[in-house]
Each structure stands twice: as C-alpha cells, then as structure tokens.
C-alpha cells in the first residue's frame, strides 16, 4: 500500500512505560507517513500500573527525545475506545485519511472493539510486527471480514515491551532519557531495584 499524501498514522499507546520498542516503532513511522500522531491512553483489556498523566509524561520525554518534525503527541485523542478517538481525529484533520497502528500483538483484539467495522470503514490498520508476535492469516481475514484493510509495516519492532519492565525493571528495556524521570518518582518500583 502507497500511503496517502494526506494520510495520518494514529498511534495510541498504554505507555506502561514507553519501551525501546515504542521508541523504534514511532521513529519508523515517519519514514513511512507523512505524519505520526501519538499519545498515551487507558487500554480496557489491560490494568495499568501508574496513572495516565505519569505515562503521558513519558511518552511526551520519548517524542521530544526521537525529535521529529513529522512526529507528534496529541493527547487530546486518548481515550480507551478507538472509535472515540477517531471522532476527535475526525474534527482534527477533517481532510485526512487515517491508519491506525497497531502491534501484531494486539491484531486479535481489532473484531472486539467497539463499533469495529465503523472504525475499519473509516481508517486503515496499519500492523508493526513485533518480534515473537507473528500475525496469522486467520487474524488478517477476520479484519478484512469487517471491511477492513490492513497494511503490515515493512519494519519489525524489537521485543522489548512494557509488561517485561513491569516484571522485571531493567534499564535496557527503555530509552536512556526515561531512567531520571523513573528513579525520581520510582515508578514500576524502579529506584528499589538499583538499590
């Protein structure tokens, strides 16, 4: 798939905490959109560990870090339901067209969400693979049943993720510019475990 000249990549985020994976993800992104929207949300599936405005503070120290011009947050589009935060976008870039990105991971969730096949007849998704998470044929056609078109990235994402820091916190699972930032407030228990 060629992307749109006007099209938008949406990336929202837990950010429990943004990992060296995020941080390869977004960074390829803008090699591939003409721009990348991201920002940090509450994910109904999951139980996070710190609140919101921490992560969002994370993810924002991770996007000023990769430095982009085609890279931005915008958390006024968090929100656990896609279809909600496509609405905002909608208001946003009323001119754009949108895809989604998502982490193979997460493809099977995609027939679940709410107002699934509105979301797919309005945007893209757009699957990162990432390393230990391959996609299968099955996943793609029940999207695909739903109206949807895919576009899998033509980049894998390394896989260090949120849920191994949350386990076991180690330094290199997240970008360098984070570490302050956790051992200040010790988040995830993060300054207890250099001690």
């Known amino acids: 798939m060629k992307t749109k000249v006007n099209s938008i990549a949406l990336?929202?985020?837990?950010?429990?905490?943004?990992t060296l994976g995020h941080q390869v993800l977004l960074s390829e992104l803008t090699k591939v959109f003409p721009k990348v929207i991201t920002w940090a949300s509450d994910n109904p599936d999951?139980?996070?560990?710190?609140?919101?405005?921490k992560r969002t503070e994370l993810l924002r120290i991770l996007v000023k870090k990769i430095s982009h011009p085609k890279l931005e947050l915008v958390q006024e589009l968090s929100s656990p339901r896609t279809i909600h935060t496509l609405k905002k976008a909608l208001k946003l870039w009323p001119?754009?067209?949108?895809?989604?990105?998502?982490?193979?991971?997460l493809a099977i969730q995609i027939p679940k969400w709410l107002n699934a096949r509105s979301i797919l007849n309005k945007a893209t998704i757009a699957i990162a693979i990432r390393d230990g998470w391959p996609i299968s044929d099955k996943q793609l056609q029940e999207i695909k049943k739903?109206?949807?078109?895919?576009?899998l990235l033509p980049f894998n994402v390394p896989a260090s993720s949120s849920s191994n820091f949350r386990e076991k916190p180690q330094e290199d699972l997240v970008?360098?510019?984070?570490?302050?930032?956790?051992?200040?407030?010790?988040l995830y228990g993060f300054a207890d475990k250099k001690k």
Not at 95 to 104: H, T
């Open 146 to 151: 739903l109206g949807g078109e895919v576009y």
């Open 175 to 186: 970008p360098s510019e984070l570490i302050p930032a956790l051992l200040e407030e010790n």
């Open 11 to 18: 990336f929202g985020t837990s950010a429990d905490p943004p």
């Open 46 to 53: 999951k139980k996070h560990q710190i609140p919101l405005l």
């Open 95 to 105: 001119e754009a067209s949108f895809s989604f990105v998502i982490g193979s991971d």
